[in-house]
Every structure is written in C-alpha cells, then in structure tokens.
C-alpha cells in the first residue's frame, strides 16, 4: 500500500447528509453561546463546504478567505504551512471577532499560522 494512504483505516467517513447535519449543529451551538462573529474567515479550499451552513444561521455576517498550503501532495506536507492567498482586505478584521473554519487538522501547524495571521 501506498505510504500515502497508511492511515486511511484511522479516519472517520460521513456521508455528505451526516457532513452538514454536524456543521449545522455546531453552527447552533455557536449562536447559542451567544457568539455572534463580525466577520468568518475560512481557510481555501475544504473549508468551503462548512461555510454554507454557518452563513445561513449567521446571515448578517461578512466573511473572507485566505488560502494556506501545507501539502505538496497526498499525505506529503511541506516542511511549513505558508499563506499563498491572503485576505482580500486585512483591515476587515482589525478588532473583530472572528470566527476561522478549517476543515482539519492533524498538526495544528496551518491553524496557528492562521491565528498568528488574523492577530
């Protein structure tokens, strides 16, 4: 078997129903924390499948996105994450509360360059 492909057997599968069933829940679990966000930034591209239904429940809510490439390939990082798209107007955040959506992490490494960059 490919060394890409090695730890296939240790992730979760959903079906796209299950998929966006989770991220309207957490969608309501945020508004019900009373955290409304000013502004959503989503990591390109994956993340883009979550901010549908967090746009429907925040509809007032601005969003942006940045790009950040950590893999070269399948299973093949980088030796760093590094922001190959930034933000279409970095001001817009200045001050803000932010709500970020990556759609996974297995190091931390792409979310705390992201962090790093909204700070």
Known sequence: MNK??????SRMYISPDKF???ISDLAIK????NYTPDIIVVVERAGFAMIRPLLDIFVDVDYDTCRIKYYKGVGEKSDKPEIITRLRDENRVSGKK???IEECTDT???SQLLK???E
């Not at 890409?4 to 057997?9: A, E, N, P, Q």
């Not at 945020?30 to 924390?33: A, G, H, N, P, T």
Request: glycine share 4%; aromatic share 10%.
């Open 4 to 9: 890409s492909y090695k730890d296939l057997k």
């Open 30 to 33: 945020i508004k019900r924390e």
């Open 108 to 110: 931390g490494k792409t």
């Open 116 to 118: 790093n960059y909204l």
């Open 20 to 22: 966006n069933s989770m």
């Open 98 to 100: 932010i709500l970020a």
